[in-house]
């Protein structure tokens, strides 16, 4: 007979999945509606804004002031990266994110992108998400642990609608908490809401479409070539990581009020785009999908991706940076496959996911995007680029707030264990040869 205990163990499993599976769904769906909203409405704006043609561009200054006054007046709690912002309220204040910081993103967000501005929209779209969970977990009297795994929710039901990719948005949530841990208990309800979001979004009219590529057949040459290409884009991510925070620190040493920031940023924006073209302001999803295509970029387009991002997000501006790493990380694929003579558009999706899975530490999500968006066949070369390039960009990360619990490497432990917000590590042998092992200390005994 199976024991009693055995049997209410059972029960009160079955109990919480069900109770779980009924939240995921609700939250999931009603974040799913809302993210919907705000693309709609971002959408619309640019729209109009495009319309203005060249005085379009002029309200670019005036776009970063007004993103900056939004959020300082609204929610200063919305202030910078979305993302990087919902995981330090995760670690460090119970997942208590404030439900002003919706109004406060969508308003700044659109007063970033609309004339310009180099941002996405998947960390405005988690931090709305983060905001309307936590404040529905308020209001159910939820205890911290349900409020974290309710807000979890919310984090991947935003990022599915945003990248039309449910899978990678429920592990992206889990994963991007934790470098070198994964957090299991959390991530059924997380893969439920995101197919829940995503059903909506669809159903809403929210588009996915993205360009057709010709995946190669699995051999050895190929996979040779994607390794090759995996060290490049672990290069492009480190310059990515560390050009997007220089400029950040650059603009902080600056002793001038935020209006001049404002006014500089615009300048370099403007500038750029008198330079090179305005196809590198916005978030670059048309760039982005023209690569896919097959079409060439410039060599120097993630280079140049990366200082515009920095200097939208120090000047005020308010968004994500994954939509520009996707570009970057397209952008440094066709110059790769340009170079060799390979085909743009399958190199470009190797770039597009390769730099998320080493930017922001998540090559599982960026896996599963991989997976989802280009189909089966690319998930070996996808998996293998992936990992490689989270490996090699080390200890860097787009997300500063994010915890490190294991190094990339057993050759390194922790060097300050006991504070979560350390990054520092160091080789397992200065260890070793710090604390002896206990032979050794027999042996120096003995003698």
């Not at 807000?151 to 449910?166: D, H, M, N, T």
């Not at 010709?214 to 390794?227: A, D």
Request: with cysteine.
């Amino acid at each position: 007979m199976i024991p009693v205990q055995e049997i209410k163990n059972e029960e009160i499993l079955l109990v919480n999945v069900i109770k779980w599976l009924v939240l995921s769904v609700i939250a999931g769906a009603l974040t799913g509606a809302l993210i919907a909203l705000f693309l709609f409405l971002l959408r619309f704006c640019i729209e109009i804004a495009e319309s203005w043609l060249s005085w379009r561009y002029a309200l670019i200054p005036v776009g970063l002031l007004l993103s900056f006054y939004a959020v300082r007046l609204i929610a200063p709690a919305a202030e910078g990266r979305g993302t990087d912002k919902v995981i330090a309220a995760f670690h460090y204040r119970a997942a208590r994110v404030p439900f002003m910081v919706i109004p406060a993103k969508i308003l700044s967000t659109i007063f970033t992108l609309a004339p310009g501005g180099v941002v996405g929209t998947e960390g405005p779209s988690v931090q709305i998400g983060a905001g309307f969970t936590s404040a529905l977990s308020i209001a159910l009297h939820f205890s911290e642990k349900e409020r974290k795994k309710l807000v979890i929710c919310g984090v991947s039901a935003a990022l599915s609608a945003v990248l039309g990719a449910p899978i990678a948005g429920a592990i992206f949530g889990v994963e991007v908490l934790f470098v070198g841990s994964f957090f299991y208990p959390i991530l059924l309800p997380a893969v439920i809401s995101s197919i829940a979001s995503y059903f909506v979004c669809v159903a809403l009219g929210v588009s996915y479409a993205v360009p057709d590529i010709v995946i190669p057949p699995l051999s050895l040459e190929m996979f040779v070539w994607c390794l090759g290409a995996a060290v490049f884009f672990s290069f492009v991510c480190i310059y990515h990581v560390e050009m997007v925070h220089g400029i950040g620190r650059l603009f902080k040493k600056m002793n001038v009020p935020m209006p001049v920031k404002s006014f500089i940023s615009a300048g370099i924006l403007l500038s750029a785009a008198a330079i090179f073209g305005d196809s590198f302001l916005g978030m670059g999803d048309k760039g982005l999908n023209s690569i896919l295509s097959g079409q060439p970029q410039p060599w120097y387009a993630f280079l140049l991706k990366s200082v515009l991002l920095g200097v939208t997000l120090s000047g005020g501006g308010s968004g994500g940076v994954q939509t520009p790493t996707f570009f970057i990380g397209a952008a440094a694929g066709s110059l790769f496959a340009g170079v060799f003579g390979l085909d743009i558009g399958f190199f470009g999706a190797l770039g597009f996911v390769a730099c998320i899975a080493g930017a922001v530490n998540t090559p599982l999500a960026a896996t599963f995007m991989a997976v989802e968006l280009f189909g089966n066949a690319i998930a070996p070369y996808a998996g293998a680029v992936c990992i490689i390039c989270y490996m090699l960009t080390g200890l860097r990360s787009l997300y500063p707030t994010q915890v490190l619990v294991q190094p990339k490497s057993d050759a390194f432990i922790l060097a300050e264990p006991s504070n979560r917000q350390s990054w520092k590590v160091q080789p397992r042998k200065a260890v070793r040869k710090k604390f002896p092992s206990r032979k050794k200390k027999a042996k120096a005994k003995s003698n």
